[in-house]
Nanobody, 124 residues
Framework: QVQLIESGGGLVQAGGSLRLSCAASGRTFSNYAVGWFRQAPGKEREFVAA????????YFADSVKGRVTISRDNAKDTVYLQMSSLKPDDTAVYYC?????????????????WGQGTQVTVSS
C-alpha cells in the first residue's frame, strides 16, 4: 500500500503561483510513477501532469503546459507540482495518484493509489 497526502492548496489571485506537494508513505515511493489530476465542480476529473519514477520523464496536459512543472524528491518521498500564471479555470480539487508504470499516465483509472485532494481556488 502507498498512502498519499496532498498539501499546498489555497486561495490565490489570478496570475499567482502555488506549489502543491504529494507526500507518500508505505511502499518504496521511488518505484512509482506519479500523476496529478484535478476535478472542478460539475466536471470530470482531468489529467494535469505526470512524472516517471526516476523523474527523468515528465508529461503535461495542454491546458497547463508552460505554466506547470512537476518534480520529485525520492529521498523525501515527495512529488511537487509548481503552478504559475494561475487562472480562474485552474480552480479545482487537485489529486495526486501513484502507479507502477508511467504507461497510460493520462488515464486516471490506471492509478492504484490516490490522495484525498487539496483545494485550489483562483480568484479573478
Amino acid at each position: 500500500q502507498v498512502q498519499l497526502i496532498e498539501s499546498g492548496g489555497g486561495l490565490v489571485q489570478a496570475g499567482g503561483s502555488l506549489r502543491l506537494s504529494c507526500a507518500a508513505s508505505g511502499r518504496t515511493f521511488s518505484n512509482y510513477a506519479v500523476g496529478w489530476f484535478r476535478q472542478a465542480p460539475g466536471k470530470e476529473r482531468e489529467f494535469v501532469a505526470a512524472i516517471s519514477w526516476s523523474g527523468a520523464n515528465t508529461y503535461f496536459a495542454d491546458s497547463v503546459k508552460g505554466r506547470v512543472t512537476i518534480s520529485r524528491d525520492n529521498a523525501k518521498d515527495t512529488v511537487y507540482l509548481q503552478m504559475s500564471s494561475l487562472k480562474p479555470d485552474d480552480t479545482a480539487v487537485y489529486y495526486c495518484a501513484a502507479k507502477v508504470s508511467i504507461v497510460g499516465y493520462e488515464d486516471d483509472y490506471k492509478y492504484n493509489y490516490w490522495g484525498q485532494g487539496t483545494q485550489v481556488t483562483v480568484s479573478s
